[in-house]
T-cell receptor
Framework: DQQVKQNSPSLSVQEGRISILNCDYT??????FLWYKKYPAEGPTFLIS?????DKNEDGRFTVFLNKSAKHLSLHIVPSQPGDSAVYFC????????????FGTGTRLKVLA | GAVVSQHPSWVICKSGTSVKIECRSL??????MFWYRQFPKQSLMLMAT?????????EQGVEKDKFLINHASLTLSTLTVTSAHPEDSSFYIC????????????FGEGSWLTVV
């Protein structure tokens, strides 16, 4: 049962354009969401997060949007840069005695110069 | 940002031996640390959650006697793969939750384990 899904395994975007990465979840108990960027053979790097009480959070070139009714979140990167090429994971968190984090399967972003 | 360090980055061990991987939070106190395993082209699979000073909570299907987790201090957790077999070869990653930013977890660099 995949509670967090990233349905696009890969995405290619031209440099300077917007990258939009999508993530869907099924459990309405998730109340905190995070995005991570991962290069091969490295640990994921935290990018941005959003609480379920918000619908948007922005940090520099990165903006995360949350649509609770649709159980959907997205990460916008604008403008995209070649250095953004990596695998992006979304994660959903809930508290059930302890904090749990469920990760999606990742989307490989390639930014073309 | 918060820094989590894993050691070693790469380790090769013989089948039947044990290997220990360390996870340290360098500039924050981590009351909770998580251990993940990643297979090629797959997502991060949570193996266990460890809280400082208490026993780790293992996910279903993870052998607690094989993957020993210790979280003796607020800055250090260790994963010991006991009696390693080639199928244990994988990329192991830890993450730590900053007690002052309780909902964000930060990852180590990961450790490649190869069992020959």
């Amino acid at each position: 049962d995949q509670q967090v899904k990233q349905n696009s395994p890969s995405l290619s975007v031209q440099e300077g354009r917007i990258s939009i990465l999508n993530c869907d979840y099924t459990n309405s108990m998730f109340d905190y969401f995070l995005w991570y960027k991962k290069y091969p053979a490295e640990g994921p790097t935290f990018l941005i997060s959003i609480s379920s009480i918000k619908d948007k959070n922005e940090d520099g070139r990165f903006t995360v949007f949350l649509n609770k009714s649709a159980k959907h979140l997205s990460l916008h990167i604008v403008p995209s840069q070649p250095g953004d090429s990596a695998v992006y994971f979304c994660a959903a968190s809930l508290y059930s005695g302890t904090y749990k984090y469920i990760f999606g399967t990742g989307t490989r972003l390639k930014v073309l110069a | 940002g918060a820094v989590v360090s894993q050691h070693p980055s790469w380790v090769i061990c013989k089948s039947g031996t044990s290997v220990k991987i360390e996870c340290r939070s360098l500039d924050f106190q981590a009351t909770t640390m998580f251990w993940y395993r990643q297979f090629p082209k797959q997502s991060l699979m949570l193996m266990a959650t460890s809280n400082e000073g208490s026993k780790a909570t293992y996910e279903q299907g993870v052998e607690k006697d094989k993957f020993l987790i210790n979280h003796a201090s607020l800055t250090l957790s260790t994963l010991t793969v006991t009696s390693a077999h080639p199928e244990d070869s994988s990329f192991y990653i830890c993450s730590a939750r900053d007690r002052t930013r309780i909902r964000t977890i930060y990852f180590g660099e990961g450790s490649w384990l190869t069992v020959v």
